[in-house]
Each structure stands twice: as structure tokens, then as C-alpha cells.
């Protein structure tokens, strides 16, 4: 993180409570997280140019309140007023009902169904690629 904002790179999405930091929502460009092309998972489902969202922070006396969702949907807002025509998603989803903090960094997929996203492709039983196109 401190990379990124030293870089001068926007870092994504923030919400605040009482004037401090309480969740963060990291989207850029696909380009920005060339992990993505190496994983056989998440690989490129198409050539086309999408904006991805790959990872939250939830400080822990915020979570399970929806506050995902919210900053999913801020996403949205945030990549359609930069003229971003897809954003893509690389969620998880339990095998359970319910799955420790710790492995949900980059979302449940149920957050995404709830902010307008649809399964675009599944290459793994607990990992959907999920987009919302903005145009």
C-alpha cells in the first residue's frame, strides 16, 4: 500500500468512520496485477480492456455489516466516472456458510451478485470470475 500511494497511484477505494480509515477496496486496471495472467484461475477470460478489483480490507469491528458491497458499488461509480466500460472480479465462495475473515480478502461472491455483477467464467469450484459492465 505505502508503495502504491508514494507512487502517486490512486490505491482504490476508501471508507471512513469517524474520520479514520475503515475499509479499502483496491481496483485499477487489470494491467497493474500481472499475477493474474500467470494464475491458471484468473487467467484473461477475453482480450477485452476491464478494470479489476482484487482485493479488500475490512477493519474487524466493521465486517459482516454489508460494508462490501458499499465499496463495490462505490467501485462502480469510481470506474464509470473514468470512463471504464468493464469491471471484473475474482471473489471467493464458501463451501460453507460461513468461511474465517482471513480467507475473504478479495470478496465474497454473494457481495458481488448484491452490487449488479454477473459469473463470466468458473475455472475453479470456489473462485468465479465475476464483471459488471458500466456502459
Not at 18 to 26: F, H, K, L, R, T
Not at 28 to 37: E, G, Q, V
Not at 75 to 89: D, F, M, S, T
Request: hydrophobic content about 40%; proline content about 7%; aromatic content about 10%.
Amino acid at each position: 500500500m505505502k508503495k502504491i500511494i508514494l507512487s502517486g497511484e490512486i490505491p482504490g477505494i476508501l471508507a471512513y468512520a469517524d474520520n479514520q480509515p475503515i475499509a479499502w477496496c483496491s481496483v485499477a486496471p487489470r494491467d497493474k496485477f500481472p499475477s493474474l495472467d500467470r494464475s491458471r484461475v484468473l487467467k484473461r477470460v477475453d482480450d477485452l480492456p476491464v478494470w479489476s478489483i482484487v482485493c479488500f480490507y475490512i477493519a474487524r469491528d466493521y465486517r459482516h455489516k454489508g460494508l462490501s458491497v458499499r465499496l463495490l458499488k462505490e467501485a462502480k461509480k469510481y470506474c464509470k466516472a473514468r470512463n471504464v466500460e468493464i469491471l471484473e472480479g475474482y471473489p471467493t465462495e464458501p463451501r460453507k456458510d460461513l468461511m474465517p475473515d482471513a480467507f475473504a480478502w478479495t470478496g465474497l461472491s454473494s457481495a458481488f451478485k448484491q452490487a449488479g455483477f454477473k459469473e463470466v467464467a468458473r475455472r475453479s469450484a470456489t473462485r468465479p470470475i465475476m464483471r459488471c459492465r458500466l456502459k
